[in-house]
């Protein structure tokens, strides 16, 4: 019930095209879920979170959507750039926790 | 830059030897979490500090230990190393409580058992 699981392990997506990386979970009680992004040699950075009370968040480029009822959250990356290559993984935590349970990650190569 | 510090960046040693690593979290972060990313595993949890108490523990070892000291800092013990223990571990502090509470994580430590 702590797991994330996070697809796909890998994706290749052309400069511009929309780069889509989906989440589910299965434990209800978690009421945050954070996309972090990872550089080689850096550790994860937070990019975008959004609480299940709302749907949809978008932050520049970027968009999560989340699906309560199926317990399924995904990111959009619009317009997608080389330098949007990097490692992306999704996370949840659970209300009064402050552990993250982290997806597998998502390795994401925009060509040019 | 995060603003967490973690000491040393890379670290090689030998199976059975014991290593430390260190973690300076983000001024006036009172939180301290430690996670081992490895390739098949992904980030994992292991513990969890705030202001000097360990508040949560996850999938960690007996042979590792933490602590986080008065200054906050924190340190995590390896001991008696094995080849699967070859990991990058994350340190990440957070501000004190707060639903929505960021975490920022340091640059990681790259631990290489041989």
């Known amino acids: 019930q702590q797991q994330v699981k996070q697809s796909p392990q890998s994706l290749i997506v052309q400069k511009g095209g929309i780069s889509i990386i989906n989440c589910a979970y299965e434990n209800t009680a978690f009421d945050y879920f954070p996309w972090y992004q990872q550089f080689p040699g850096k550790g994860p950075a937070l990019l975008i979170a959004i609480r299940p009370d709302v749907s949809e968040k978008k932050e520049g480029r970027f968009t999560i959507s989340f699906n309560k009822s199926a317990k399924q959250f995904s990111l959009h990356i619009m317009d997608s750039q080389p330098g949007d290559s990097a490692t992306y993984f999704c996370a949840a935590r659970g209300w009064g926790a402050q552990k993250l349970v982290f997806g597998q990650g998502t390795r994401l190569t925009i060509n040019p | 830059d995060s603003g967490v510090t973690q000491t040393p960046k890379h670290l090689i040693t030998a199976t059975g030897q014991r290593v430390t690593l260190r973690c300076s979290p983000r001024?006036?972060?009172?939180?301290v979490y430690w996670y081992q990313q490895s390739l098949d595993q992904g980030l994992q949890f292991l513990i969890q500090y705030y202001n000097g108490e360990e508040r949560a523990k996850g999938n960690i070892l007996e042979r590792f230990s933490a602590q986080q000291f008065p200054d906050l800092h924190s340190e995590l013990n390896l001991s008696s190393l094995e080849l699967g223990d070859s990991a990058l571990y994350f340190c990440?502090?957070?501000?004190?409580?707060?639903?929505?509470?960021?975490?920022?994580f340091g640059q990681g430590t790259r631990l290489t058992v041989v």
């Open positions: 990440a502090s957070s501000a004190a409580g707060g639903p929505n509470t960021e975490a920022f």
């Open positions: 001024s006036g972060d009172l939180s």
